[in-house]
């Protein structure tokens, strides 16, 4: 029996350990509701529960995510897991596809329990599969922690298998897998069995037999062309991440065979004067705006503001081959020399396409805004319109300083000018709420006409592109909001505020530059961007933003609502891209059903069961997207230069480990690594309370955020790996014993730790977060 921390006489409050036991062994979602549901906490007595759960937080017995809590360690009911072996019994046995073994230990296994009486379209799962797993924790002590049922496959294990051929003298050869987990899985290819590979080809084999002695067997399916050719980079990565990159039959002959649109059943809007603004290159158009003064007296000074997006749901309907397809993709995959689309380019780049002057079925909101710019009130629309005028972000933003083209011309009064007066007031608002305002660089690849990279920039921030994003925040949030408002189920787009754990390493990073975070208080965005403001214009300014950036949360799709962290909102839902996310079709099949605008919404079938499913599989794919694009732009970035090996480049210290330091360099915001070995003239201990690598006899320090000079080393186009050599001396703060002095001679551990270095480089990545 506990005591009421405000009373002398016992209370029936539960003890800590009820509060555990209840998170670690209840079915389902655990929230504070739950758990003063489960106790009849009612009351000022929440507030004690408040407290206790912040405590177990704080002193890692549990972990939160949003409003839920389970015990720390433990998985949540519904994982996306890899289906790795069978086990002596031929069990499938599967682990989580996204597991911290640093945070909470070595990684659970799970067993997969086939259903007694399997029934037709059930799904069958096997070794190599990604599925989705509804999962129940095992009793202490058995060889697995948990027991797993298969709901859906992700994805089917790979068919073909990408590599590198390696001929040899006497016919046929060997595959080296470009695949990091598999390379020293090397395959043999018979004479015979080559095809027209010649040495050097990125091939794609399948395997013929694995033996129970030697290498296994494989034969060529397909020469994909030279690795030296860039433009086998982006195929290393579609391949390597099983990201679908050719459309089926059945779905390429719904494509074809889909009809425009009418005006049956829609508002006709299309003397509106919409219009888009995109990148030039840009192919599809899927969002266009609009915004006049309001004339209503009582918003004297506000504006209308109108998005329309175009209505994918006129054509992609559930259960279709187009459907299962671009849920099966989750999202547009976007390289420097190709886009793998989630939608044909049928539906993506023409009949959805809001393309100037021609009819096109969208789905429209039409938002009232103050003159304080928040907004007063909305209303969803589906209407038939007709784009007014395609242009740029540069060209957008070149009229409104003054340089207007024969385009913007026309239009420069009547449109665009409403439309920045609109944003500076929206701007009001947003900068009241004051969202995480990160300012970090955002490379861009130019290639040349041979799939060369030609060079490497940073595109200028305009104020063009805040505006559309401003409006489509305001979109995504009335999209929340009507939905909510008609008692929907949908698709959220959440971002979870940084950890406690997280909160302590930027602490350390912060301290070790002389900054300090406020300790009691709230975690909200205005914290960081108060640490962002106190380095701008500093050497610590790129540093100290990629070092924010990496302590928040990644954000993700969820049926749960927990709010976004980063925009600082209550509620949000990806609505404005529905050509190249399927989170944003579902919120369109949403609004469909719950406003009945017609027939092709959510089917009245779909439970919340089945959005938790489809949440956590769109999730996937776009981590998995992430990681091809930021993979091709390393292999890209190492093609580019290994032609430089021994030149010098100015750079940051990123990251520090044991094993050595990430650099970022300053020209191409290219990641490379320096081995522990290779630095200096002394034997370098990690101190992870400084983020540093300390001499152990001259005190010589490289300390994370240091702006240092290196040499390349090596590049490894395939592996998308540089390794560099540090030129820099590091800071000298004084002996930490063994009489070393400045500029001495290595030891000879140290040298002969960095000969095997030079035999065989470490090659390290530094994980980025995700997108709003």
């Known amino acids: 029996m506990a005591k009421h921390p405000n009373a002398d006489t016992p209370t029936s409050l539960p003890s800590r350990e009820d509060v555990v036991s209840f998170i670690t ?60 072996k069978r086990d002596r019994d031929g069990e499938l046995i599967a682990v989580p596809t996204e597991w911290d073994e640093e945070e909470h230990g070595s990684i659970p296994t799970i067993v997969i329990v086939a259903p007694r009486k399997p029934r037709p379209g059930m799904p069958v799962a096997g070794v190599g599969d990604r599925a989705l797993l509804r999962v129940d924790p095992l ?53 015979g069995d080559e095809g027209e590979a010649q040495d050097g080809d990125l091939i794609a084999v399948s395997i013929v037999k694995h033996g129970r002695f030697g290498l296994p067997t494989a034969k060529v399916k397909e020469r994909l062309g030279s690795v030296k050719s860039e433009k086998a980079v982006s195929l290393i990565a579609i391949f390597a991440h099983n990201i679908p990159n050719e459309f089926p039959k059945a779905v390429l002959d719904e494509a074809t065979a889909a009809k425009p649109a009418t005006l049956e059943g829609r508002e006709d809007w299309r003397t509106l004067p919409l219009v888009t603004i995109d990148p030039p290159d840009a192919k599809d158009h899927d969002d266009a705006v609009h915004a006049v003064p309001d004339d209503d007296p009582n918003n004297s000074g506000g504006f209308i503001v109108t998005v329309a997006i175009a209505d994918v749901s006129a054509y992609v309907r559930p259960g279709s081959a187009m459907d299962g397809q671009a849920q099966e993709r989750g999202n547009s995959v976007y390289f420097p020399d190709r886009v793998v689309p989630m939608l044909p380019e049928r539906i993506s780049n023409d009949l959805c396409s809001l393309r100037p002057r021609e009819d096109r079925p969208a789905l429209a909101v039409r938002m009232v805004i103050g003159p304080d710019g928040r907004k007063i009130r909305h209303s969803f629309h589906r209407v038939m319109m007709r784009s007014a005028e395609k242009l740029s972000y540069s060209q957008a933003q070149a009229a409104i300083d003054g340089r207007p083209d024969e385009v913007t011309t026309p239009i420069y009064e009547t449109i665009l000018k409403p439309l920045w007066a609109a944003y500076e007031l929206v701007k009001k608002a947003r900068d009241i709420r004051e969202p995480l305002f990160l300012d970090l660089p955002e490379r861009k690849i130019v290639l040349k006409d041979d799939g060369t990279v030609d060079r490497v920039f940073v595109p200028e921030r305009l104020e063009a592109h805040k505006l559309i994003e401003e409006f489509m925040i305001l979109a995504n949030v009335a999209a929340a909001e009507a939905l909510e408002q008609a008692s929907s189920d949908l698709i959220y787009r959440v971002h979870d505020e940084p950890s406690l754990e997280k909160m302590r390493s930027l602490s350390e990073v912060l301290a070790s530059i002389g900054l300090k975070i406020p300790g009691q208080g709230p975690i909200r965005p205005e914290l960081f961007n108060r640490i962002l403001r106190s380095v701008e214009g500093s050497e610590h300014q790129l540093f100290i933003n990629e070092v924010v950036l990496r302590s928040q ?85 190492a093609h580019f230069l290994a032609d430089r090996i021994g030149a010098t480049f100015n750079g940051q210290i990123s990251g520090v480990s044991k094993a050595g330091l990430f650099i970022k360099l300053s020209e191409t915001g290219a990641d490379g690594f320096v081995p522990a070995a290779t630095i200096g003239n002394d034997y370098y201990r990690y101190d992870e309370t400084t983020h540093s690598m300390r001499g152990e006899d001259t005190g010589e320090t490289y300390r994370l955020g240091d702006k240092v000079e290196v040499k390349l080393v090596e590049a490894a186009p395939v592996a998308g790996a540089l390794r560099f050599e540090l030129l820099t001396k590091g800071r ?31 090659r390290v990545k530094v994980k980025r977060r995700g997108r709003a």
């Open 139 to 191: 009793r202490p002590g058995d060889i697995h922690r948990y027991s797993g049922r298969v709901t859906k496959i992700i994805a089917k294990k790979q068919a073909q298998v990408l590599g590198i051929f390696r001929g040899l003298p006497e016919g046929g050869g060997r595959l080296i897998p470009v695949d990091k987990k598999s390379r020293d899985q090397e395959l043999q290819i018979r004479p």
């Open 732 to 762: 000298f703060t004084g002996k930490t014993g063994g009489g070393g002095r400045k500029g001495g001679k290595r030891p000879a551990r140290r040298a002969k730790a960095a000969e095997a270095s030079a035999r065989s480089p470490t």
């Open 25 to 84: 062994h209840a079915q389902g979602k655990v929230s504070k509701r739950e758990i003063a549901h489960h106790f009849n906490i009612k009351g000022s007595d929440r507030i004690w529960l408040k407290q206790i759960l912040k405590d177990l937080e704080i002193e890692g017995v549990v972990d939160r995510r949003g409003k839920t809590v389970h015990k720390a360690g433990q998985l949540p009911p519904v994982v996306m897991a890899d289906i790795t």
């Open 553 to 637: 949360s990644q954000a993700e799709y969820s049926a749960e609502n927990y709010g976004h962290f980063g925009l600082n909102l209550k509620r949000y839902a990806h609505f404005t891209s529905p050509i190249r996310r399927y989170a944003d079709l579902i919120v369109h099949r949403a609004l469909v059903s719950a406003l009945k605008f017609g027939r092709d919404g959510l089917p009245e079938s779909t439970t919340r069961a089945e959005l938790i499913e489809i949440s956590a599989k769109i999730s996937a794919a776009e981590r998995r997207a992430m990681a091809a694009e930021r993979e091709t732009i390393d292999r890209l970035i």
